[in-house]
Antibody, heavy 120, light 110 residues
Framework: QVQLQESGPGLVKPSQTLSLTCTVS??????????WSWIRQHPGKGLEWIGN???????YYNPSLKSRLIISVDTSKNQFSLRLSSVTVADTAVYYC????????????WGQGTLVTVSS | QTVVTQEPSFSVSPGGTVTLTCGLS?????????PSWYQQTPGQAPRTLIY???SRSSGVPNRFSGSILGNKAALTITGAQADDECDYYC??????????FGGGTKLTVL
């Protein structure tokens, strides 16, 4: 059973960089047929796709976040990471990592989510 | 800009049937968009219900079903139960690695 776990600071100051890591267990991040994704949910709002990465390093980003976003992968640690720069209070959200099964392009496993608050 | 539309809220009686829909601001939803559906209860991560239009995820009861109805993707719940009361999100795949979530439907069972 694949499990994903987000980790990182719960509080980030405005204008700084938000950094999160997702650790994958129960399976290899190098397994074929999958992408690895970040999704966020603003308080009381809906879900927003942030971006995906393949273990090869190929990335796909939400155009609305692309200029501030870097998603990377560390196959040796079975982890992938999110860096979102120049954050504002509007980036306060629960951030989820998830796995995408690419034959049906759907999120099949999710992390439990982590709340990141942007505040001075 | 592409927007995925869902009913903001819906109500169903216990034991009843409800169909939630997922549309596009411009154009029709087809199987080529690989519509998927997720259930989310407050404070929890989403749970995958349906993928590739009408395939049920492992462990999902068969009273949840997916389809294309007209120009939209649809999630039908038959025999609604109290614990079906939560939020439902659809996702459409636009190609080139890009997915878009609908705004979600808050389902009330009463």
């Amino acid at each position: 059973q694949v499990q994903l776990q987000e980790s990182g600071p719960g509080l980030v100051k405005p204008s700084q960089t938000l950094s999160l890591t997702c650790t994958v267990s129960g399976g290899s991040i190098r397994s074929g047929g999958y992408y690895w994704s970040w999704i966020r949910q603003h308080p009381g709002k809906g879900l927003e796709w942030i971006g995906n990465i393949h273990y090869s390093g190929s990335t796909y980003y939400n155009p609305s976040l692309k200029s501030r976003l870097i998603i990377s992968v560390d196959t040796s640690k079975n982890q992938f990471s999110l860096r979102l720069s120049s954050v504002t209070v509007a980036d306060t959200a629960v951030y989820y990592c998830a796995r995408i099964e690419d034959s049906g392009w759907f999120f099949d496993y999710w992390g439990q989510g982590t709340l990141v608050t942007v505040s001075s | 800009q592409t927007v995925v539309t869902q009913e903001p809220s819906f109500s169903v009686s216990p034991g009843g049937t409800v169909t939630l829909t997922c549309g596009l601001s411009s154009g029709s939803v087809s199987t080529s968009y690989y519509p998927s559906w997720y259930q989310q209860t407050p404070g929890q991560a989403p749970r995958t219900l349906i993928y590739s239009t009408n395939s049920r995820s492992s462990g999902v009861p068969n009273r949840f079903s997916g389809s294309i109805l007209g120009n939209k993707a649809a999630l039908t719940i038959t025999g609604a139960q109290a614990d079906d009361e939560c939020d439902y999100y659809c996702v459409l795949y636009l190609g080139s690695g890009i997915s878009i979530f609908g705004g979600g439907t808050k389902l009330t069972v009463l």
